[in-house]
């Protein structure tokens, strides 16, 4: 993800959310237990069947579940910047990146161990790194979101929810790379918007509201972000799509989901019409491909 430079001060109230972290940290990793099928309160508009299928219960589908080789491991790292040093002391005093790292080793086979880790960059971002296999997220990216949203006149309380929210979005991503890397899926088309849509899915399918926070929050910053800065040549020639794409394709997708409810985003014409008459079956094709992708990897 591609972002503004770090900017110079954390918020004041920045390290009293620090819970919000760890939960969005955890609440990533329950997502992935095979018992949670299918949003809570969540009816489709058409009705679009994304419920997992059943588990592997006879001898032959268990001979299909992979073997399991690897577990998601917690990697502390020191702060070069001693802006961040609380925030870093605290991560690691409430063992947050412990605490995520046990809750998917419960949900998920893995062919070889995955770090964790949450540290100061020295820029904005969230990075899988396929040479050592870990998931960084970055304490300036924390940082930028607060200011993003600030910029856009939300209140210090509100800023702070979009933030966890929108980094909540960010760690999936990077875990949706992590998982294409690990599993070897088949991806056709660009990574990263796989890697969108990874995150969207397993918001929207299994996190009910709090996923659906994370994806508008994301949906947001893409638009804030597009409105703050014009296209250069490098974001033209860019892995990642323009902010502007990921702002549709994201609200495409909760569209999708459930066009009763969503229907606004059309009829106060924030997605226009003629991309919303394609978006359920665009999001009906993306749950049910992450589904199927998924389900060998699962935990009995």
Not at 7 to 34: M, T
Not at 172 to 178: S, T
């Amino acid at each position: 993800m591609s972002f503004k430079p770090a900017l110079k001060f954390l918020p004041r109230n920045f390290f009293n959310l620090l819970g919000v972290l760890g939960l969005f940290l955890v609440v990533a990793g329950c997502v992935l237990q095979s018992n949670k099928n299918e949003i809570q309160n969540k009816p489709l508009a058409p009705q679009v069947n994304t419920t997992q299928p059943p588990l592997a219960t006879s001898a032959a589908e268990k001979k299909y579940k992979q073997e399991d080789a690897g577990d998601f491991i917690v990697e502390h790292q020191g702060v070069k910047n001693s802006r961040y040093a609380e925030l870093d002391r605290k991560v690691k005093e409430e063992k947050l990146l412990e605490k995520a790292a046990d809750t998917l080793n419960h949900s998920l086979i893995l062919p070889y161990d995955i770090a964790l880790r949450t540290k100061d960059c020295g820029e904005v971002n969230a990075i899988y790194d396929s040479a050592d296999r870990s998931i960084t997220i970055c304490y300036e990216l924390m940082e930028h979101f607060y200011k993003l949203f600030r910029s856009e006149g939300s209140g210090e309380r509100d800023a702070d929810e979009k933030m966890f929210d929108a980094v909540r979005f960010a760690f999936l991503h990077e875990l949706g790379h992590a998982l294409i890397d690990a599993y070897k899926l088949p991806i056709t088309g660009s990574e990263e918007d796989a890697a969108d849509r990874c995150s969207t899915y397993i918001c929207l399918e299994e996190m009910g509201e709090d996923g659906i926070r994370a994806v508008l929050a994301a949906a947001d910053a893409f638009h804030i972000e597009s409105k703050q800065k014009n296209p250069a040549e490098t974001d033209f020639s860019d892995e990642h799509l323009l902010q502007e794409q990921r702002f549709y394709n994201t609200l495409c997708m909760i569209y999708g989901s459930n066009t009763t409810k969503y229907n606004y985003f059309v009829s106060q014409k924030y997605l226009p019409e003629s991309r919303a008459a394609r978006c359920p079956n665009e999001y009906e094709r993306m749950a049910q491909s992450w589904s199927e992708l998924l389900q060998k990897w699962r935990r009995d």
